[in-house]
Structure formats: structure tokens, C-alpha cells
């Protein structure tokens, strides 16, 4: 005869955390929020007291104005700097969204100091990315899908990720109109 000597009694205990009578088959997701940029956290809490305090500012700060400003000599356009970088497919996407871009970025800058700081961080980032992820690539001759998934996972996702609450609302579109935006004031290239 088996004896069953199996029970437990939990009556006044404290296990502490959980209790498992056997196989423990849980899954514990966590998701690390330190990823994000606590320095656009910030920003975006000064934006909205600056918004609050400040309705009538409509000053460009000088970094913003230099993205705003054509920095090349020999003005081709958007459209031909695509074609000559091989990508005509996109022309019409990029001139709606950067021209969409370029829209909510004067709506969101024309009031605030902050605004523009946040805008100015992010611009910063998207050019960066693609001078240095993906630009040799295009140098390089290489496919045009392996550039496409790195502009997605060196440039969207990180700034995506870094827009944290997303106070602007910028989106996978208007992260590309970024792109488009800087290369047609010629801060980057396609070739």
C-alpha cells in the first residue's frame, strides 16, 4: 500500500513569490523601458509646459534651420537625386511623405524652443543612421532589399523605439519623409 505523504499545508506562510505544485510552465515577459531615450522623455514634458506657457513662439533654432536649408550648391531636386541613386520607384512615395513630414514638422516647431529640440535630436539620429548604416551600402552596389530591411532596423526601429509616448505622432511614414526631407535639402545621398 502507497502511502500519499504529498500534502502541503500553506495556511499562515509566506512564500514570497509564486507557488508552483509541479512543472512551472509560465512566461515572464518583461520590457525594459530604460531603452528608450529618457533624454526625449524629458523633452516632452517641457514641450508640454512650454506649449502650456508659451502659445505665441515661432522661432527656428539654428540647428532646425540647418536641416530646413538646401546645404549643396548644385540644386538637382528630390526626384532626380532618386534617380540617379536607381531609385525612381519611390518618387512619388517620397514626395508625399516628406512633404507630409515636412508639414507636421513647421506644426510642431513654429511654438516651441522644445519642439524643435525634440525634431532636431530625431533628424540628427535618421542622418546619422544613413551616413553611417547605410550609405556605403548604396556605394556598394548592394540589393536594394538588404538596403531597404537596414533602413527599417538601423533607422526606423531605433527612432521609433526613441519616440517613446510619440507626443507628434510620427510614424514609419514620416520617419522616411525624415529621410527624404534630409535628402532633398542634400544632408544625404542616395549615390
Not at 530604460?34 to 527656428?60: A, C, G, H, I
Not at 510619440?166 to 514620416?174: G, Q
Amino acid at each position: 500500500m502507497i502511502s500519499n505523504n504529498n500534502k502541503i499545508n500553506l495556511e499562515n506562510s509566506d512564500v514570497g513569490d509564486k507557488f508552483v505544485g509541479r512543472d512551472d510552465k509560465s512566461v515572464n515577459i518583461t520590457y525594459n523601458s530604460s531603452n528608450r531615450s529618457t533624454y526625449l522623455q524629458d523633452l516632452y514634458n517641457r514641450y508640454q509646459k512650454e506649449k502650456n506657457e508659451n502659445p505665441d513662439f515661432k522661432e527656428l533654432c539654428e540647428e532646425l534651420d540647418y536641416f530646413n536649408s538646401i546645404i549643396d550648391e548644385d540644386v538637382i531636386g528630390l526626384e532626380e537625386k532618386l534617380r540617379q541613386g536607381g531609385r525612381e520607384k519611390l518618387i512619388s512615395y517620397a514626395l508625399e511623405v516628406k512633404e507630409r513630414f515636412h508639414k507636421k514638422l513647421m506644426k510642431t516647431s513654429q511654438y516651441s524652443e522644445i519642439a524643435q529640440d525634440i525634431n532636431v535630436y530625431l533628424l540628427t539620429k535618421v542622418r546619422r543612421g544613413f551616413l553611417m548604416d547605410i550609405h556605403n551600402l548604396i556605394c556598394d552596389n548592394e540589393p536594394e532589399d538588404k538596403i531597404n530591411l537596414l533602413i527599417t532596423e538601423r533607422i526606423i526601429k531605433p527612432v521609433q523605439e526613441d519616440l517613446g509616448i510619440n507626443l507628434f505622432r510620427y510614424n514609419e511614414d514620416d520617419i522616411m519623409g525624415m529621410i527624404f526631407f534630409l535628402t532633398g535639402n542634400c544632408h544625404i545621398k542616395w549615390n
